[in-house]
């Protein structure tokens, strides 16, 4: 019985050899093994590792690059620069020089007949004279140059102008402002100039500019009364007044 029991546990004992062997038979040729597998799992996990890293760093482009993304949207919403940016660039070109042009609206301009209202009326002292009365109908502050050239009916030139009336300062006159100038129409004592004298019916009032070198702008054409008035050679004009005294104190 002993016999027997020896025989068996050395049959099994073998037999496990054999199961043993023919497993480390069959790891061999498959490259696999204990050793094997363990060497294999170290350069898989090096190479697992290696492939991380190039990973990582991709990652960390692509999360840079989405940070970059998420950056422009940013900068697209609520971004300080790119808002201030579509503000900026929604402004007409020019816009802001074209609306703050240096007041020219408000400059000051000549006085001539398409901005003022030129009345003529004679006067009873002193006589033979007629006040020209031209006030500033337009927006703007006018000045009156020089003195008025007129010319009546028929007449060959223009009067003269009496230099003593000149003022200190060029007649300057606001919107609704008037300025005055006076005409001697002929000599009062029945003097040389009288003999040749005639009646006007018409009369243009011409304007100077600055440079008083000739008329500008448009030339008024105020009424004259019904029987017209006589002038003579005697015939002078005052410069422009601010004041009517001082226009018909001459």
């Known amino acids: 019985m002993s016999g027997l029991r020896t025989s068996r546990t050395r049959l099994a004992a073998a037999a496990t050899t054999a199961v043993l062997a023919a497993l480390s038979l069959t790891a061999c040729n498959n490259g696999t093994g204990a050793h094997d597998e363990g060497a294999a799992a170290t350069p898989s996990t090096s190479a697992s590792s290696g492939a991380t890293s190039p990973g990582a760093a991709s990652g960390s482009t692509g999360s840079t690059g989405s940070t970059g993304s998420t950056g422009s949207t940013g900068s697209g919403s609520s971004g300080g620069g790119s808002t201030t940016g579509s503000s900026t660039g929604s402004k007409p070109a020019g816009g802001t020089s074209a609306s703050k042009v240096p007041g020219s609206a408000g400059r000051p301009v000549t006085c001539e007949g398409s901005n003022t209202k030129?009345?003529?009326?004679?006067?009873?002292?002193?006589?033979?004279?007629?006040?020209?009365?031209?006030?500033?109908?337009?927006?703007?502050?006018?000045?009156?140059?020089?003195?008025?050239?007129?010319?009546?009916?028929?007449?060959?030139?223009?009067?003269?102008v009496i230099e003593d009336s000149q003022p200190q300062a060029v007649v300057t006159l606001d919107p609704g402002q008037s300025g005055y100038a006076a005409i001697s129409l002929s000599a009062t004592d029945g003097g040389s100039g009288s003999g040749s004298g005639h009646t006007a019916k018409s009369l243009t009032v011409y304007f100077q500019g600055r440079s008083m070198s000739g008329s500008v702008g448009t030339a008024a054409h105020p009424s004259l009364p019904a029987q017209g008035v006589h002038i003579d050679d005697s015939i002078k004009v005052t410069y422009w007044q601010q004041e009517m005294n001082d226009a018909t104190n001459w």
Do not use: E, I
């Open 118 to 160: 030129t009345v003529a009326a004679p006067l009873n002292r002193p006589v033979n004279h007629m006040l020209l009365t031209v006030t500033n109908t337009g927006s703007r502050t006018c000045f009156l140059y020089g003195y008025p050239a007129v010319r009546f009916t028929d007449a060959q030139s223009v009067p003269p």
